[in-house]
């Protein structure tokens, strides 16, 4: 088989995937032993045929190897489905095979790079003259950003990390809500800022921050680098910190404040209203393989202060080809990565074919659905929802009915384990407040209302209920 003739195939495989998505079942169903045992072995000497390796690899994995979270029916962790224009980008970006780092060896990509980002700073209603950075996801949106709130906290106070390192520096207070996720302690440990001096404030009983609580954490320790994270989207809850005001807060103290909005930053591309006061942060960090439908890997920082943003990340060799400051963007001076990944192209093609109101759109439906989700569930007896759906995050909880050792946790895991034995759907359980959950993520831009009504159905049966 030619080349040609191989992508057709493979490209076949994927369409044909996609397709029975809708109606598949969404839960893997084959066993690790089996998967391991029909593709590994001893490591092959001898070539193979391109043809029957892709055969192979498509015809045993897609054999219940795989979790359809490209289903309209998948409600687990936080993951979108991938919209068509940006699945077709993506397949383009590994057909063109461009290294993206730098501009002069790929103009096309660097260009679309340049305009994606400036379209997302302005669907998000953020400062124009922020800076941006597209990186795998969340973690490192969320790890970017704080390298470069580190370079420019400590400048201030006369220190240049990136020279001098943290040894001798002044300390940094790194601040976040108790809510805060677990990817922010994560980036501060690969940053040398290190989790046990972390301080953490209070959050109201839905998990966003709770402004007076930071002024006061601030007033404790005046005149020091201080770094604040506060988010819009609770992984749980959903809920939604007041960015503005916490923005005041911080600012009010010196302090840099950045928003982890993996989640929930989309939510201002339709109704700004949503997040008031957003465009007074210091950094954003978010993910477009979540509420954005692009296939992984990919997430997105902006910085409004691109000179330590810039700082923090660049760096140079004899050898590349790198543009002069202030002529053209390249990649590296603001990403972690060196090497890369055209991961800009498919959310340009998102951006492009959805327009502000597409991606309003889709924010609007999942959270429609999440509220659906949450009526249908509490209006039958023994099921309580704990939180408040003010995006698209549902916690439910089955109550055991009356008697001795009643166990609401054990009911709780039990209906989630029997969901995902059913495969209708797939959501998985968490812990709120201390107490067992089911959690449900409305995320993908494929679900329907049909989806929602025939998984309330599948949890209700589950629960004994339908
Ligand atoms: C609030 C929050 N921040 C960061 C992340 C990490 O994102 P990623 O998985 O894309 O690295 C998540 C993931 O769910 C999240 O919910």
Redesign the pocket.
């Given at each position: 088989m030619n080349q040609s003739e191989l992508l057709r195939l493979a490209a076949e495989r994927g369409i044909r995937y996609r397709e029975a998505l809708p109606q598949a079942r969404v839960t893997p169903s084959a066993s690790p032993d089996s998967l391991r045992a029909a593709l590994g072995g001893p490591a092959p000497e001898l070539p193979s045929d391109p043809d029957v390796v892709l055969t192979r690899l498509a015809d045993v994995v897609e054999a219940g190897g795989l979790m359809g979270m490209g289903s309209g029916r998948f409600f687990g962790?936080?993951i979108g489905g991938a919209v068509p224009a940006a699945l077709g980008a993506d397949w383009l970006a590994s057909a063109w095979d461009q290294n993206a780092g730098l501009f002069a060896p790929t103009p096309g990509v660097a260009i679309v790079e340049e305009i994606a980002g400036r379209w997302a700073i302005e669907m998000l209603g953020l400062p124009a003259h922020a800076s941006f950075a597209f990186v795998?996801?969340?973690?490192?949106?969320?790890t970017t950003a704080l390298a470069a709130a580190r370079n420019h906290v400590l400048a201030q106070v006369g220190w240049d990390v990136e020279a001098d390192g943290l040894t001798g520096a002044p300390a940094i207070r790194l601040v976040v809500g108790e809510e805060v996720?677990v990817?922010?302690p994560r980036g501060a440990r690969l940053l040398g800022l290190g989790t046990r001096t972390m301080e953490r404030v209070a959050v109201d009983a839905n998990g966003a921050m709770l402004p007076d609580a930071l002024d006061q954490v601030l007033a404790a320790k005046p005149k020091q680098p201080t770094i604040v994270c506060c988010?819009t989207?609770?992984?749980n809850t959903g809920a939604i910190d007041p960015v503005g005001v916490l923005a005041a807060v911080a600012h009010r103290h010196g302090a840099w404040l950045h928003v982890?909005?993996?989640?929930g930053l989309w939510a201002a591309a339709g109704r700004p209203s949503r997040l008031p006061g957003l465009e007074l942060a210091d950094s954003w960090?978010t993910?477009a393989?979540?509420w954005l439908n692009v296939p992984y890997?990919c997430?997105l920082t902006i910085c409004a202060h691109p000179v330590a943003h810039r700082a923090a990340m660049t760096v140079t060799a004899s050898y590349l080809v790198q543009a002069a400051p202030g002529t053209d963007r390249d990649p590296v001076d603001w990403n972690p990565e060196f090497s890369r990944r055209a991961r800009s192209l498919p959310v340009y093609a998102a951006l492009a074919s959805l327009g502000r109101s597409g991606v309003a759109d889709i924010v609007d439906r999942c959270c429609a659905h999440a509220r659906r989700f949450a009526d249908r569930l509490s209006a039958v007896p023994g099921i309580v929802i704990l939180n408040d759906v003010v995006l698209n995050q549902v916690l439910v909880r089955f109550l055991a009915p009356s008697g001795v050792d009643v166990d609401h946790d054990a009911r709780t895991r039990g209906v989630i384990a029997a969901v995902q034995r059913d495969g209708t759907c797939w959501l998985g359980g968490s812990t709120w407040r201390g107490q067992a959950v089911m959690r449900i993520s409305v995320s993908s831009a494929a679900t329907t209302t049909d989806d929602v009504d025939a998984s309330v159905d599948a949890i209700l049966r589950a629960a004994g209920a339908g």
């Open positions: 962790f936080v795998t996801g969340g973690q490192m949106a969320n996720h990817t922010v988010q989207g609770n992984v982890d909005g993996a989640i960090s993910d393989h979540k890997d997430g």
